[in-house]
C-alpha cells in the first residue's frame, strides 16, 4: 500500500502518533483518571468512558474527566489545574497495563530497514512519551519526538508536522503520516501531508473513515509490502463502503 500512496517508491519520512496508533495506553490513563476522580472524592469513570475521551491532551482529557463528559466548557480552570496535578503523579506512576499493538515492531524495523526516517508527534505530555516509549521498547526508533507541550499548538494544529518536515528537510509529498483521530487526519490535511488511519484507535467513538484519510487499515502490516496483517482490511475512499465526509455528526 505503501508504493501505492508514493507512486512505486517510499516516502523519505514516516510520522506516527503514538496513543491509539502504536500503543494502548488507554488502561493506564484510566486508571490514572479514576485515581484523580477518586481523590477529589468523585466516582471513577472506567476504562470505556475514558476510551471515548483521549487524543487531545491530558488537560483536555482531566477536563473531561471532571465534566463526566467529551464536552467540557463548564469546567472550572482552577479546579483543572488542581486535579492536572493528581492526573500527573498518577500517570507518571507506571505505564504496566499498556500494550503495543501487534504488527508495530515489525513494521517500524521494516521501514527503519528501508532507510525511511521516523518521527513521533503526540498530543501526550512531553515528559511522558520517553519513559512510555522505552518501557514499550520502542525507544530507539525515532528521530524526532514532539510531544504535546513541545511547541505552542497541539494537533490539529499541523505545526508539529510542519515543524518535523523541516528539521528532516522533506517536502510534504514525499511524508507520510499515520494516526487513528480526527486530530491526525485534520493536522495531517493541513500540512499536506498524506495520512493513513488505523481502525483500532481513540477517536470518540466515530469511525475514522469518515474523516477522509487517504486509506484506513486495521493493523499497521498493511502499509508493507508483503506484509499484510491476518484478517485485516484495507479501505479507500474510492471504496463503496467508505463514507462521505458529510456523514460525520460533530
Keep these: 500500500m505503501i508504493l501505492e500512496l508514493f507512486r512505486g517508491d517510499l516516502p523519505r519520512l514516516v510520522m506516527f502518533d503514538l496513543d491509539g496508533t502504536l500503543v494502548d495506553s488507554v488502561p493506564d490513563l484510566a486508571a490514572a483518571v479514576d485515581s ?5 472524592g468523585r466516582e471513577p469513570a472506567g476504562i470505556e468512558r ?17 465534566a463526566g463528559d467529551i464536552e467540557h466548557c463548564t469546567v472550572d480552570e482552577a479546579e483543572t489545574t488542581q486535579a492536572l496535578e493528581l492526573f500527573n503523579e498518577a500517570y507518571a506512576g507506571s505505564h504496566a497495563l499498556s500494550r503495543v499493538y501487534p504488527g508495530v515492531v515489525s513494521s517500524l524495523d521494516w521501514l527503519r530497514g528501508a532507510a525511511v526516517e521516523l518521527a513521533l508527534i503526540t498530543n ?7 519513559p512510555l516509549l522505552d518501557e514499550m521498547g520502542l525507544g530507539g526508533y525515532f528521530r524526532w519526538i514532539i510531544g504535546g507541550d513541545t511547541l505552542p499548538q497541539q494537533k490539529p494544529d499541523p505545526a508539529a508536522l510542519l515543524h518535523v518536515l523541516h528539521l528532516a528537510g522533506v517536502e510534504p509529498d514525499q511524508a507520510l503520516f499515520v494516526g487513528d483521530s480526527r486530530n491526525d487526519v485534520l493536522a495531517a490535511h493541513a500540512a499536506g501531508v498524506p495520512c493513513v488511519a488505523l481502525s483500532y484507535g481513540y477517536n470518540h467513538g466515530r469511525p475514522i473513515a469518515e474523516e477522509n484519510p487517504a486509506r484506513v487499515i486495521d493493523d499497521l502490516r498493511q502499509l508493507l509490502p508483503g506484509c499484510t496483517g491476518e484478517g485485516a482490511g484495507v479501505m479507500s475512499p474510492d471504496s463503496s463502503d467508505y463514507p462521505s465526509h458529510e456523514t460525520a455528526s460533530w
Excluded: D, I, T, Y
Aim: cysteine-free; proline content about 3%.
Design 36 to 40: 484523580m476522580l477518586v481523590q477529589l
Design 50 to 66: 475514558v476510551r471515548h475521551w483521549v487524543g487531545n491532551g491530558a488537560r483536555v482529557l482531566v477536563r473531561r474527566a471532571l
Design 124 to 130: 501526550k505530555p512531553e515528559r511522558f512519551v520517553a
